[in-house]
């Protein structure tokens, strides 16, 4: 049995926007209908995005069997799923908010 966790075309797009996402920070999180296709397609993402030079936030969502976790309004219906979003969400624009230059440095150059 062969499990393909990332498919051939974001491969293709990872490795085609390579220089574009160098030493860019970057949030894994994913959905899957399954229990674990999420899982596994992260794992797979994460080492192609630290192959293509991003720095890839620590953490991950992994959204399991997404058909029943969305409320009819499209949010998600799981508190603990939505902290776990919110967290990493935070944790990149820290990382964002980290690299970036100071707006007195952007004006002198």
Same mark, same amino acid.
């Given at each position: 049995?062969?499990?393909?966790?990332?498919?051939?075309?974001?491969?293709?797009?990872?490795?085609?926007?390579?220089?574009?996402?160098?030493?860019?920070?970057?949030?894994?999180?994913?959905?899957?209908?399954?229990?674990? *296709?999420? #899982?596994?397609?992260?794992?797979?993402?994460?080492? #192609?995005?630290?192959?293509?030079?991003?720095?890839?936030?620590? *953490?991950?969502?992994?959204? *399991?069997?997404?058909?029943?976790?969305?409320? !009819? =309004?499209?949010?998600?219906?799981? &508190?603990?799923?939505?902290? !776990?979003?919110?967290?990493?969400?935070?944790?990149?624009?820290?990382?964002?908010? =980290?690299?970036?230059?100071? &707006?007195?440095?952007?004006?002198?150059?």
């Amino acid at each position: 049995m062969r499990v393909l966790a990332i498919s051939g075309s974001l491969r293709r797009a990872s490795y085609n926007t390579a220089l574009l996402m160098r030493n860019k920070p970057v949030a894994v999180i994913g959905a899957s209908t399954g229990e674990f *296709g999420a #899982v596994w397609g992260q794992a797979e993402l994460r080492k #192609v995005l630290a192959a293509v030079g991003a720095r890839v936030v620590d *953490g991950e969502v992994a959204i *399991g069997h997404v058909m029943n976790r969305f409320d !009819e =309004d499209g949010r998600l219906s799981d &508190p603990n799923l939505e902290e !776990e979003m919110r967290e990493i969400i935070r944790d990149l624009l820290a990382e964002v908010d =980290d690299r970036s230059p100071e &707006p007195d440095t952007l004006a002198a150059a």
